[in-house]
């Protein structure tokens, strides 16, 4: 049973698996993304109806751009029009949707229709989600490192200003620390996802692929997380976050 005194501030999820679902199905990789993206719809109503706060979505590492160029392709394309199509329902739901991950180079297209969800939904209360498009966790430290740098050399700071709670107002987002990372596929590793915020996450590897990663699915990583002990260093047993 999910323990709502023990629910994770923030999750990410690592949807991986989109490839071989198709694969197991004679089905080009293309339907594997396409029914990945539909099953998030589905996985989102159900977060966010259990009034988690903050979801952090790994849709398209840096690293990702590597691939075909059809297959980049259709990604793109993919988030443009899914994008446009959930606006909406990303607004009634109350959500706030901001991206972590690099402006280049992404098509024009794409970042105007990021812009577009990011404008449309900035009101939202109810949670915030985080898309991790054209993201690398390495980038981020780089591009966290040049924004305090360009500070320290136009002098409106000093070295000894540098603390973690600048460095964390300096990443793509200021969000709290990962509580648990969730990836399908069967793949344990973290592929250059949310380095920094990850630091004293739990990790949940399932062997589903993200497609068939069903609300059902979620709540029993909800409740392997729960039965952890974290201890973030400390001898004695630190209860989850939210406490009893
Ligand atoms: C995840 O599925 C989606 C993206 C990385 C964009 P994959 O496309 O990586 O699927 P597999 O890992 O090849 O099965
Ligand atoms: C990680 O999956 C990126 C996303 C899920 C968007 P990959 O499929 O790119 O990761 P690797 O290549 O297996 O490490
Ligand atoms: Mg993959």
Not at 133 to 154: F, H, P, R, S, W
Request: hydrophobic share 35%; aromatic share 12%.
């Amino acid at each position: 049973m999910i323990e709502n005194s023990k629910m994770p501030t923030h999750v990410g999820i690592i949807m991986d698996g989109n490839g071989r679902f198709a694969k197991e199905r004679n089905l080009p990789r293309s339907l594997g993304h396409q029914e990945g993206a539909k099953n998030l719809k589905e996985l989102l109503y159900h977060i966010y109806d259990m009034n988690l706060k903050y979801v952090s979505l790994f849709a398209f590492s840096t690293e990702n751009f590597e691939r075909e160029e059809k297959e980049v392709r259709f990604l793109m394309d993919l988030f443009v029009t899914l994008f446009k199509k959930e606006l909406k329902t990303l607004k009634d739901l109350g959500v706030k949707v901001v991206f972590s991950g690099r402006k280049e180079p992404l098509p024009e297209r794409v970042w105007e229709a990021m812009m577009d969800l990011v404008d449309a939904t900035k009101e939202g209360t109810k949670g915030i989600l985080n898309i991790c498009l054209n993201y690398g966790g390495q980038y981020e430290i780089v591009d966290m490192t040049k924004k305090i740098a360009e500070k320290v050399l136009e002098g409106q700071i000093k070295i000894e200003d540098i603390t973690k709670e600048l460095v964390e107002k300096n990443l793509y987002q200021n969000l709290p620390p990962l509580d648990l990372i969730i990836r399908t596929s069967g793949e344990q590793r973290i592929s250059n996802f949310m380095i920094y915020q990850a630091a004293y996450a739990e990790y949940y590897f399932t062997d589903t692929y993200f497609p068939a990663f069903k609300a059902k699915d979620f709540d029993e990583a909800l409740i392997a997380y729960q039965n952890r002990n974290r201890r973030f260093g400390k001898n004695e047993t630190k209860e989850l976050s939210g406490n009893e």
